[in-house]
């Protein structure tokens, strides 16, 4: 059923069951980091739930036609960038959702709605939702997918059977995109999240090993004027201050992971952000050079 997935093996076994038991809940949460499949899953899961026959049906049945062709009507997908909005709003759960859920299905005997980033619903739309979770019809699952489940009301959550997804091993991520270096399998970090931009983030990820070198053998004017890859990338600071760790680490420099500690510290807290940049490399110059 779940054979073109890939990983998450024990939850594969768990859906299966599901299907063939019959015993299936009207509402899921699948949570874990983004870039692991879950809307995959989610789909999956779905197109089966809406089989009009066995679990050997091998889209043969109306159902199972109708949702490969993308026009099953019994299932409904809602994600907040097809508004071209940050947020999923109250407007798309009350239209998607909530306003149709009590119809009865057109050709399946269930009606199946997936949520994609349901964390990113703000309190109005999950408060509307809220009253369908509550008491939803008996033909009617909702999946909700999550990567901060921190985010939904605990009534939310309390309602849903929680699926938790684990992040995707190295073999994993090969067998899904073929071979792949150290660097990164590193970058990628049990995720297929950052696949399509691999290669930018394995470029800013080898300025930061030039960065750390250049703090060992060239002056400090020099560092502050060839340091683009921190002062330019605000929005990926975090990323990058982290794997600066991770290099200072592997090269014996444990006394200037505090300096970096501290940086991240002062971007969380809305420092002048050129002045902070500033401040690390001038203190983890000092610290290398022992000119502190």
């Not at 009207?26 to 899953?41: A, P, V, W």
Request: a neutral charge.
């Amino acid at each position: 059923m779940f054979e073109n997935l890939v990983g998450n093996n024990e939850i594969k076994n768990e859906l299966e069951n599901i299907i063939k038991t019959g015993k299936i809940a009207n509402s899921y949460m699948f949570s874990g980091i983004e870039g692991i499949g879950k809307k995959g899953f989610a789909r999956e899961f779905a197109k089966h739930i809406l089989c009009l026959k066995d679990i050997n049906c091998n889209n043969t049945c109306d159902s199972c036609k109708k949702f490969d062709a993308k026009s099953n009507p019994d299932y409904v997908e809602i994600d907040y960038g097809e508004y071209k909005k940050d947020i999923i709003t109250i407007d798309q759960i009350r239209e998607k959702v909530v306003n149709n859920a009590n119809e009865k299905p057109i050709i399946s005997n269930k009606k199946v709605y997936v949520i994609d980033n349901a964390d990113r619903m703000n309190e109005s739309a999950q408060n509307a939702l809220l009253k369908t979770l509550e008491e939803p019809p008996k033909f009617v699952v909702i999946i909700l997918i999550v990567s901060n489940d921190n985010l939904l009301l605990p009534t939310i959550k309390s309602r849903c059977v929680r699926i938790k997804f684990n992040s995707l091993s190295n073999d994993e991520i090969e067998k899904a995109i073929g071979k792949k270096t150290d660097d990164e399998l590193e970058i990628l970090n049990g995720s297929l999240k950052d696949y399509e931009q691999l290669n930018d983030k394995l470029e800013k990820y080898r300025q930061i090993i030039d960065l750390i070198n250049n703090l060992k053998t060239k002056d400090l004017l020099y560092v502050l004027n060839n340091s683009d890859i921190l002062y330019k990338n605000k929005d990926e600071i975090m990323n990058l201050l982290n794997y600066m760790n991770v290099c200072l680490l592997n090269n014996g420099m444990l006394d200037l992971i505090s300096v970096v500690e501290k940086t991240k510290q002062k971007v969380k807290m809305n420092n002048n952000y050129e002045m902070t940049i500033d401040n690390l490399l001038i203190k983890s110059w000092k610290k290398i050079n022992g000119k502190e």
